[in-house]
């Protein structure tokens, strides 16, 4: 794994990297469910868990293949071989592949077999003769083209007292001699290879091979971080907007303890995306290709991108996999250039219904078009909360469009823009079942009391975020218990494409209570009560908490 980290780093391909590579390949295999399950369980720590379960099964597959190859060398080669090649194919298999990607996985398995032959030099390539067969066919002893010399399958099988030249050059430290020859039974003649190997050498080989390992596994990662893009992106200046942000409210931030910030910082903003390393995408390198059903297709530079007018807007994105009550949503202010000017001047022909975007990674998002041309401030976003795009977050550029879910509308490491349509083109996530259109549902949620909270009998502040993107927030309502729902007072908005804090006095008496909550949005429509998961276009139902007041 060291040495094939290392090729990696020498390529500088992070896609070619055997780990790296079968972690994307299990990201993509992973069925939705499980998927939504580690995303529930996990958020944005989910690729730290895979790496750590991906860890584990490379410990039992290397223990695996070792005991393999203690009894038969050649069943550890071939266990190797499978090894390298479940590295190959994975490489092979990702969207940005390129032949060269073969090379890590198949060095690495290469090392391994190297490094197994010299930790197991008793052991045979080919099965050893049974006492009967071997009078029969002394031929099928000597190994054809293995690592065995003829001498070392003699002084095993058959040279009464001559031991092969591996016991290490004290004989005073070699363990137990496994064969004093005449008294010995033919069973007992059965050679123990780490044993005959002699302790001392087997320790100084594996510590070499571990060496070996570190020191290239290390030097890899070192050289797959010359590609790191931070610095780059600490030296960007990004342009004013020239149609800056309406004014946010002042009350538009509830002041009640624990409340959810209106405006997410770029810390703390949720992160939900296929790539188990981040792109590091240069801007002097970027280029956004805008084609497919359009008179006039173009290419641009990031340069070309910052000399468009550009607008800021505070818009709020959120996630698919979101539960009722969780937190993959957040509100940023996002600068960038207007798309459909961009869409419109390269004239996009009758019959197109579809954008089809590809990251850098070969990602890929489907977005209505319709969406983008309607008038919303659909984005290619630049900047966000004042900075350049955080590289977690799509630098150097990202879609953003407001009332649609990330995963069908904010592209982040953006480089490929196609108009089709549904009818011709895929994107990732609707090939695996998630809906074509999806307009975010209406979501509310209690922030403040958090669940389970003990509270004292009296006053108590409720308070919480509500969001219906690009439609609006027309009404919170909450309720305890089974009583009446009661309408929650509404924080001032800077427009219809954030969310929105609400905020209600209770007059909480003691006993264990459910509190619940449930928006309308400005089309009417209240939130249904029915739970439904993520999957095929977003969760619905009724946030509640449970607490307790003494
Ligand atoms: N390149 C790329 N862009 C992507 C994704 C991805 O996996 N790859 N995930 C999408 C999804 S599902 C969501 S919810 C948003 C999340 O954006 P954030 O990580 O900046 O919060 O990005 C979207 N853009
Ligand atoms: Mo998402």
């Known amino acids: ?34 998927k939504d399950f580690a995303i529930r ?32 060398l050649a069943w550890g080669l071939i266990g190797l071989a499978v090894f390298g090649t479940v590295g190959v194919v994975a490489a092979l298999t990702r969207p940005v592949a390129e032949p060269v990607d073969a090379v890590p996985s198949t ?10 032959t010299l930790l197991t030099p008793g052991a045979r390539l080919f099965p050893k003769p049974t006492p009967e067969s071997r009078d029969a066919a002394p031929a099928t002893a000597t190994p054809a083209g293995g690592n065995a010399t003829e001498a070392e399958v003699r002084g095993w099988t058959d040279g009464p007292g001559r031991r092969p030249d591996t016991t290490g050059p004290e004989p005073a430290t070699a363990p137990e001699p496994a064969m004093e020859p005449e008294q010995d039974s033919e069973a007992e003649r059965v050679p123990t290879p780490g044993v005959e190997m002699g302790r001392r050498r087997v320790l100084l080989t594996g ?26 992106r600490a030296d960007v200046r990004l342009p004013r907007p020239a149609d800056p942000a309406p004014a946010v409210p002042a009350g538009a931030q509830v002041r009640v303890p624990g409340m959810t910030p209106f405006r997410t910082s770029n810390a703390d903003f949720y992160r939900v995306d296929t790539a188990l390393v981040l792109p590091q995408v ?3 390198d970027w280029t956004l290709r805008i084609h ?24 709020t994105l959120s996630c698919v996999s979101n539960q009722v009550g969780g937190v993959l949503a957040g509100n940023a202010r996002w600068l960038g250039v207007p798309l459909a000017p961009l869409l419109r001047r390269a004239g996009v022909r009758p019959g197109a219904d579809q954008i089809l975007s590809r990251s850098s990674d070969g990602m890929t998002l489907s977005t209505p078009l319709e969406s983008v041309l309607d ?50 083109d895929q994107a990732y996530w609707t090939r695996r079942g998630y809906a074509e259109r999806a307009p975010v549902k209406t ?108």
């Not at 597959?61 to 393999?68: F, N, R, T």
């Not at 060095?107 to 197994?116: D, E, F, K, P, S």
């Not at 309502?477 to 494409?497: K, M």
């Not at 249904?528 to 908490?545: Q, Y």
């Open 1 to 34: 794994m060291g040495v094939a980290e290392l090729a990696a780093g020498a390529l500088g391909r992070v896609s070619s990297s055997p780990l790296l590579a079968v972690g994307a390949g299990f990201i993509d295999l992973t069925p939705v469910w499980l």
């Open 375 to 424: 008038g919303r401030d659909a984005l290619l976003a630049v900047g966000m909360n004042g900075e350049p795009l955080p590289v977690a977050h799509g630098f150097p550029a990202r879609m953003v469009v407001p009332g649609l879910y990330g995963y069908v509308s904010a592209t982040k490491w953006v480089v490929d823009l196609k108009v089709t349509r549904f009818a011709a």
């Open 292 to 315: 497919g059903m359009l008179a006039h297709p173009v290419e641009l530079t990031f340069d070309d991108l910052l000399r468009q007018p550009l607008i800021e807007r505070d818009i």
């Open 207 to 232: 510590a070499g091979v571990l060496g070996v390992a570190v020191v290239s596994g290390v030097s890899g990662r070192v050289l797959l971080r010359r590609g790191d893009v931070s610095s780059v």
């Open 41 to 72: 369980r996990f958020g944005s720590d989910d690729k730290t868990v895979l790496l750590i379960g991906l860890g584990a099964g490379i410990v039992v597959a290397a223990l695996g293949i070792g005991v393999l190859g203690r009894r038969r």
């Open 282 to 284: 240069d801007p002097r």
């Open 107 to 116: 060095v690495g398995a290469l090392a391994g077999m190297a490094a197994l």
């Open 443 to 550: 979501f509310s949620r209690i922030d403040v009391p958090k669940p389970f909270a003990r509270l004292t009998a009296g006053p108590i502040t409720v308070a919480g975020t509500a969001w219906a993107q690009h439609r609006g927030i027309d009404a919170v309502e909450w309720q305890v218990d089974d009583g009446p729902w009661r309408p929650a007072r509404l924080a001032p908005v800077p427009g219809i494409d954030t969310w929105r804090q609400w905020v209600a006095e209770w007059d909480a008496l003691p006993g264990s209570h459910t509190l619940r909550v449930r928006a309308t949005d400005k089309t009417g429509t209240t939130q249904p009560e029915h739970r439904s998961p993520p999957v095929p276009d977003g969760a619905t139902g009724w946030h509640s908490v449970v607490v307790t007041v003494t």
